[in-house]
Structure formats: structure tokens, C-alpha cells
């Protein structure tokens, strides 16, 4: 699939190693990401978050658990090992404990079309946008099965919410994806990131080389809140009517786990977005005469951490607005998706045909 | 559908506004509120940075006269009770025994002046029950009883929030108790000895009264 005899060289080397019959390569592609979102999501996810929300609200945030309460995360872990994990009596069980493993694997299996940098892909699919897309809808039924299985109303109503939303999201976020996908006129992830490569950095960037890339980018972002049921569509969770959502059954590791798909999946959308709009592993910087800060700041390694800031730029956002929007209405959910994004995503389509045929 | 497009202009410059908010308040959390008390002119202008007060390691100090927790000083109480009385809440508890005349120099005196004629050997307030309304500090003729400053004095247990004031020990208090009833009995026996006279007139109601040894 590779293009360039460099591009994939890590992830292609890693994963045909193997000892004996056990192809050990494979295994280490798999658990890389899986090593990132456990990572990521106890440092910036749980304890940033803390910290990001404390500080926008004038407050200190964890602060007793080391030194600005940096081990508050390990502690959490320690607590939440030693939770009881209730099965209700009620509950229907094999859905109620296959739930939040339906939706992790959800959010991880995107994260096999992930290019981690130029040399690093889990699988580099020719339809790699499109399997993303669609592989995010699996969480739709760890939802529905983590709230019908609970057996609970305010996990049943949380659910029913989330199904309308994303499934509703999808559309919007679909469009604008394929806005991205046309102006690459590929769906490859690798290829996209590398239709947006080039010496002056981000000026090669699809939203700064083609003049309506603003606005799928736009109704991408906001579908992407709702597909990973972040603040302002959290209604699924809505903690202040529905206590948790689909969660509210859940306690110890498998609420631990519900949260690691969370972080997960808001990870995996904000890369997508980069990919799609911001050139993914791309260098930033452009090369100025002779200084050639571009070529200095490209390479596998440089790859992963442009496209891991990239994300990590965009989870900011997210928490940015979390607290700082209140949560809506299911009606204005409805009506922002239906009467506003997908009309626009449509516009956009149009315009970034248009402007395609054209260039 | 004007109106469709101006709403979608006010969500976003509303967005906007209230993002640019926020992220001035992330950028100000290197900061700290100042500690300038509502005297300070400054007060009102210190409106950036992170305000939470790290409670036990960090405190407001209370002002020198504030009026929290109930105190007895126990050395220039004279056990009139007048507080207990007085106390709506029932919060306050004395048991008093009256000294003995060769006691007397050992009870002391107040710090007025007073001559002391009560031990007090339990004077209990519970904390939990006083409403800090201040009506045992205006009556206290001694002016032994009062509010401190001390504003945090919070207990895991509530029995804890019980406090004990009184200036014997139990078994001090069994022994006064016991010397004073002697005495009595002694002063009963020696007034029927001397005056058999007056006896007869109140003669039927003064023989119970005189066994709990209650003769004022």
C-alpha cells in the first residue's frame, strides 16, 4: 500500500517479527496504542482535566496526593481497584458486562488506521477514513447494551439519547470527512497526511490551501463532541438529570473502563481531525531560505509527536468547552444537527467539489 | 430565515465570548487572589487568579473579638447556675456542692475578689448544642463565662464536642460531698441537742425535712 519505500518501515518491520509461530510483532502494533490511550488518559485525561477545569474556574483542583496532587490519578486507580464490582440482580448480565468492553474496543479498533507518524500505522487500509467512520458507530452499541442491560431507567434513557445523537452526528461528521477525503481523492490515512506534506509546513495543510476546508472542519469538530458524547452533548451522561447516563450501573474497573473508551475515542476524533484537515504527523513549520526548520522537524519520531500534540491541541479544546458551555437541550441537539450542520456539510460538499473540478 | 442565520451569529460570537472568558481565567491561574481583607482599597480589584483557600493549612485569621466557641474560666466560676438558667438551648450542665466552712480558704476566690462558696465539679457545655447566642456571657456575674475567637473546633465524634470544665475530680467530689453531709448531720445533731425548745412547734415537719441533711 505504501507509496514510498520509507513510509510504514517501523510498523512493517515490527509486524512481520515473530518467534517461532507466535507472531509477537502483531502484538506489540496492537498493545502500542493500547500502552498511549492508558497512558494518556491518566496523565492529561484524568489529572489535565482536573487541573485544566480547576483552573478555568478559579479553583486549585486536586492538590493533596503529591506534589499539585500529581499521584491524585493513582490514587483514583487504588480506589477504584478496590470498588466492589455490583452485577445488579436485575440487570440483563452478558450484556451488562459485555457493554463497556464493546465500547473500548469501540474506540480501539480506529485506532489500527492511525498513522502514529510516518512510519508507524497499525494497518494501512485503502478505505482507512472510511473504516474509522464506521468503526466509531460500534460504540453506539456498547452504549445501547450498557444502558438496556443495566435495567435501569435513567441508564435506558441515557442510552436511547446517545443512539439519537451520534447516530444523528454521524451524518454531519461523515460530509465533512468527505470533504477531507475528496480534496486527497483518497480515503488512506497515510495518504491523506501525505497529500498535505511538503516544505512549507502548514501552509500545505487542507485548511489553509483550500478556502472552504474551514467549514467542514468546523462541523467536523462539533459532530466529533457529540460522537464522543463530550460536553456540550453529553446528555447520554448527563450527570445533573440522569445521574450518569448509561453508566449509572457501573462501578469499579468496568466505570474505569467506560472512562478509558471515553478518552479513548476523544483522542481518535481529534486525530482524525488533524489528519483530515491539519496534516496529521506534517511539521508545522515551514522551511524559511536556507533554514530548513521543516525538514529538521520531520522523521518517524517527529511524526508521532506532531500528530499526538496535534491531538492533545484538540482534547484541550474539548475540555475548553466543556467548561465553558453549558449542556443542551435534546431539541437544540436535534436541531443543530439536522437544520444546521448537515445542511452546511452539504454546502461544503458542494463547494469543495466545485473547487476540486476547478483547481 | 434571517432569523436562522442571526441565531447561528449570536451562537457563535456568544461561544466566542464566553471561550475567551474561560481561557483568560486558565492563563490567570498562575496567579493567586491577594489576601487583601475588605478594609484594603485593593479589595475589589483583585479579581484575578485562583481563589481556593487551602483550608487547614491556610486560614482566614477571626478577628480578636469574635464571638465562636463558649469558654468557662472554671478558677472564677462561683457555681451560681445563673447560666444554666438562662441558657435556651440547654446546652450548659453544673452540678455544685457547697464548701464546707474549713474548705473555704481552699475554694478561693475570684479574681474580683469574691469569696467562693460552691465547688464545681462538673460544668459541662456541649458544644454541639450551643447556639453562640451569648445570653450565659450577660448573666455570668463573674464574668467567667465567654465566647473566644477559636472558630474551628470540629470533631469526628460528637461526643467529642462535649466539654468538661469542672475543677474537681470525681472522687475530690465524692469526698466534699461526703464531708459537707457529715457536717450537716453534725450542725443538725448539735441544733436538736441545744434547742429542745423550739423544737416541738415544727416538730412534725422538721424531722423528715432534716434527714436529707437539707437545712439551709
Known sequence: ?359 | MSEYFSNIKTSATTIATGMAITLKHFFNAVKRKGDAGIDDADYFRQVDGLCTLQYPKEAIPTPPHGRYRLYCNIDDCIGCRQCERACPVECIAIETIKTTSDDLEACGKTSGGQQKRMWVPVFDIDTAKCMTCGICQSVCPTDCLYHTSVADFSEFDVKNMLYHFGNLSKIEAEAKKKKLAEQQAQAAKEKAAAGGAPAPKPAPKAAPQQKPGGAE
Not at chain 1, 496526593?65 to 452478558?94: C, M, R, S
Not at chain 1, 478556502?211 to 457529540?226: D, G, M, R
Not at chain 1, 473502563?257 to 488533524?274: D, Q, R
Request: hydrophobic share 55%; net charge negative.
Open chain 1, 1 to 359: 500500500m505504501s507509496s514510498s519505500p520509507s513510509l510504514n518501515t517501523w510498523s512493517d518491520a515490527l509486524s512481520g517479527f515473530s518467534i517461532g509461530w507466535f507472531p509477537l510483532g502483531l502484538v506489540i502494533v496492537a498493545v502500542i496504542p493500547l500502552v498511549f490511550i492508558a497512558l494518556y488518559a491518566l496523565t492529561y485525561g484524568v489529572y489535565g482535566e482536573r487541573k485544566i477545569s480547576a483552573f478555568m474556574q478559579d479553583r486549585l483542583g486536586p492538590m493533596e496526593v503529591g506534589f499539585w496532587g500529581i499521584l491524585q490519578t493513582l490514587a483514583d486507580i487504588l480506589k477504584l481497584l478496590q470498588k466492589e464490582d455490583i452485577v445488579p440482580t436485575a440487570a440483563d448480565k452478558f450484556l451488562f458486562v459485555i457493554g463497556p468492553g464493546i465500547l473500548f474496543v469501540g474506540s480501539f479498533l480506529a485506532f489500527a488506521v492511525l498513522p502514529f507518524g510516518p512510519a508507524f500505522i497499525g494497518a494501512d487500509l485503502n478505505v482507512g477514513l472510511f473504516y474509522a467512520v464506521g468503526i466509531v458507530a460500534l460504540e453506539v452499541v456498547g452504549i445501547l447494551a450498557a444502558g438496556w442491560g443495566s435495567n435501569n431507567k435513567w441508564a435506558l434513557y441515557g442510552a436511547v439519547r446517545s443512539v439519537a445523537q451520534i447516530v444523528s452526528y454521524e451524518i454531519p461528521a461523515s460530509i465533512a470527512l468527505l470533504c477531507a477525503a475528496m480534496l486527497a481523492g483518497t480515503l488512506s490515512m497515510q495518504q491523506i497526511t501525505l497529500m498535505q506534506a511538503g516544505p512549507n509546513g502548514f501552509l500545505h495543510w487542507f485548511l489553509f490551501t483550500n478556502p472552504i476546508a474551514w467549514l467542514p472542519f468546523l462541523i467536523y469538530f462539533i459532530s466529533s463532541l457529540a460522537e464522543t458524547n463530550r460536553a456540550p452533548f453529553d446528555i447520554p451522561e448527563a450527570e445533573s438529570e440522569l445521574v450518569a447516563g448509561y453508566f449509572t450501573e457501573y462501578s469499579g474497573m468496568k466505570f474505569a473502563v467506560i472512562f478509558l473508551a471515553e478518552y479513548g475515542s476523544m483522542f481518535m476524533v481529534s486525530a482524525i481531525i488533524s489528519i483530515a484537515f491539519l496534516g496529521g504527523w506534517t511539521s508545522p513549520l515551514p522551511n524559511i531560505g536556507s533554514l530548513e526548520l521543516n525538514a529538521m522537524t520531520s522523521g518517524p519520531v517527529w511524526g508521532a509527536f506532531w500528530i499526538i500534540m496535534k491531538g492533545f491541541f484538540f482534547i484541550f479544546v474539548q475540555m475548553w468547552l466543556r467548561w465553558t458551555l453549558p449542556r443542551l437541550r435534546v431539541d437544540q441537539l436535534m436541531y443543530l444537527c439536522w437544520k444546521v450542520l448537515t445542511p452546511f456539510s452539504l454546502v461544503a460538499f458542494v463547494l469543495t467539489a466545485i473547487w476540486v473540478i476547478n483547481h
